[in-house]
C-alpha cells in the first residue's frame, strides 16, 4: 500500500522569506502525486500535479515541486511567501492503477510579517 | 458550475444519535469519495463510489457507517449510534472518471459528538 510521509508539522516562516515542505512516498512502479493546501475553514484546493513528462511541476501563486525518483520525495518550494499562504499543506499520492489518494499527515505553515 | 456541495457545514450529534452528511457531486461528476480528517491529523481514504455501486470501502470502519450514492440525489455517508471519536471532519470529492486528475473537494463537514 502507498505511504505519504510529511517529516514537518509545522512550518513558522517569516514573511518574503523562502519556505520548502518535505514530502516522501513509498515507492511504487508507477505513482502520481499531489500537493493540496487547506486554508482555514475551508476545503482542499489541489495546489500542483506530477502525472507524467518534467520533473518540476509549477503552480500559478509560485509555487513549484519537483518529483525525484530517486529519492521518493516530492519536496513543495515558494521563493518568497505571503502572509496569505498560511495554511495546511497535504501531500498525496496515487499508484498509477489506484482509486484512492494516500495523504501525507499534512504540514501547517504560519507566515509571520 | 458549483462546485461539490457538502451540507452541512456543521453537525452536532449526542452520543447514540444517527449522522447523515450529503454531498452532491460537480455536475458531471459520477464518482464521489468520502474522507476522514482526524483532528491533527491528515485525510484518511473512507469509500469510493460510482453511481449506486461502492467500489472500495476499505476505509470504512466495519460497524455503524455506511455510505451510499443513489441514482437521483446527493451521496450520503450514515454513522449510526455515533461515539465522541467519530468526531472529524469529513469531506466529499468527485471527479468524472476514476482517474483522479480531476477531483475536487468539497469544504467538508465538521461532525461534533458531545
Known amino acids: 500500500a502507498q505511504s505519504v510521509t510529511q517529516l514537518d508539522s509545522q512550518v513558522p516562516v517569516f514573511e518574503e522569506a523562502p519556505v520548502e515542505l518535505r514530502c516522501n512516498y513509498s515507492?511504487?512502479?508507477?505513482?502520481?502525486l499531489f500537493w493540496y493546501v487547506q486554508y482555514p475553514n475551508q476545503g482542499l484546493q489541489l495546489l500542483l500535479k506530477?502525472?507524467?513528462?518534467?520533473?518540476l511541476v509549477e503552480s500559478i501563486n509560485g509555487f513549484e515541486a519537483e518529483f525525484n525518483k530517486s529519492q521518493t520525495s516530492f519536496h513543495l518550494r515558494k521563493p518568497s511567501v505571503h502572509i496569505s499562504d498560511t495554511a495546511e499543506y497535504f501531500c498525496?499520492?496515487?499508484?498509477?492503477?489506484?482509486?484512492?489518494?494516500?495523504f501525507g499527515g499534512g504540514t501547517r505553515v504560519l507566515v509571520k510579517p | 458550475n458549483a462546485g461539490v456541495m457538502q451540507n452541512p457545514r456543521h453537525l452536532v450529534r449526542r452520543r447514540g444519535q444517527e449522522a447523515r452528511l450529503r454531498c452532491s457531486p460537480m455536475?458531471?461528476?459520477?464518482?464521489v469519495y468520502w474522507y476522514r480528517q482526524l483532528p491533527e491529523e491528515g485525510l484518511k481514504f473512507m469509500v469510493y463510489?460510482?453511481?449506486?455501486?461502492?467500489?472500495?470501502e476499505s476505509g470504512m470502519p466495519k460497524e455503524r457507517f455506511s455510505a451510499e450514492f443513489p441514482k437521483e440525489g446527493p451521496s450520503i455517508l450514515r454513522i449510526q449510534q455515533v461515539v465522541r471519536g467519530d468526531s472529524a471532519a469529513y469531506f466529499c470529492?468527485?471527479?468524472?472518471?476514476?482517474?483522479?486528475?480531476?477531483?475536487?473537494f468539497g469544504s467538508g463537514t465538521q461532525l461534533s459528538v458531545l
Open positions: 470529492a468527485s471527479s468524472p472518471d476514476r482517474s483522479l486528475e480531476k477531483l475536487f
Open positions: 515507492s511504487s512502479v508507477s505513482v502520481y
Open positions: 506530477y502525472l507524467s513528462g518534467s520533473t
Open positions: 498525496a499520492a496515487v499508484g498509477a492503477a489506484g482509486n484512492k489518494l494516500t
Open positions: 455536475k458531471g461528476h459520477s464518482h
Open positions: 463510489l460510482q453511481k449506486e455501486n461502492i467500489i472500495d
